[in-house]
């Protein structure tokens, strides 16, 4: 299976392509009832943070982050993409290890989202209607708890595919896995995460984790209009 470059700058880059969509600007039901709703509601409120002139200042740059990470928190099934990315290692932690890791691993993806910013069309009125037709809903499919929704990202600089993995967690329908031109998010962590604790420690690996994360905050820019 292909693989992405294991470099700290990757693996922002593939968690920040997937909040580049934009979604038409369409009203969001409090509720969502189908796994395309639910993919629709959260990529539109991550794009309200990024696209907030105002959080984009550089000394709200940590405000910035911490409504990103909540808006993960709320809407991603973080512990589950924690436990798909560590993969065998996961079942040899207690419940507070797995909640530590979780806890980091939630983080690391907030600050990754957070160096990202966003560039529109000087002609288009919103950040919604610049990209109405870059996002393309290809189809959904669901097997009992679990989903699929796939996308398309087409522009004349990129042509992508995203597939999105949902789980129905309490009637919520929450991502847990992205699937860029049929490489696997988790599983790309999982193989980066796995070479590392092969030689050295789940603790080293946590630790590594804790080191790019302040690299990634060199990222962190306004967005240039």
């Known amino acids: 299976m292909r693989q992405i470059p294991s470099t700290p700058l990757t693996w922002a880059m593939m968690t920040g392509l ?3 969509l934009v ?10 009832h189908t796994p395309t709703a639910s993919v629709r509601s959260t990529l539109s409120e991550l794009l309200q943070i990024l696209d907030n002139q105002e959080l984009n200042q550089p ?7 911490l409504q990103i990470e909540r808006t993960l928190r709320s809407r991603v099934s973080y512990e589950e993409m924690a436990k798909r990315s560590l993969g065998g290692p996961w079942t040899d932690l207690n419940d ?3 909640q530590e890791f979780a806890d980091l691993f939630i983080q690391f993806l907030a600050k990754s ?11 288009a009125d919103s950040i919604n209607e610049d990209h109405d037709e870059l996002v393309h ?10 989903s699929e929704v796939k996308t398309r990202l087409r522009s004349h600089k990129v042509d992508t595919l995203l597939d999105f993995r949902l789980v129905n967690q309490s009637g919520n329908w929450r991502v847990y896995d992205v699937v860029i031109d049929h490489v696997s998010l988790a599983g790309n962590y999982r193989a980066q ?3 590392i604790i092969r ?10 984790i804790k080191t790019i994360m302040p690299i990634l905050k060199l990222f962190e820019k306004t967005t240039p209009r």
């Open 18 to 20: 997937v909040t580049l």
């Open 23 to 32: 979604l038409p600007g369409t009203a969001v039901a409090s509720t969502e």
């Open 59 to 65: 000394g709200r740059s940590e405000e910035r982050r």
């Open 96 to 98: 507070a290890e797995r």
């Open 113 to 123: 989202v957070a160096g990202w910013t966003i560039e529109r069309d000087p002609l």
């Open 137 to 146: 809903y290809l189809s959904e499919q669901r097997v009992d708890s679990l």
């Open 193 to 195: 995460f796995s070479s």
């Open 199 to 208: 030689l050295f420690s789940l603790a080293e690996l946590e630790n590594k």
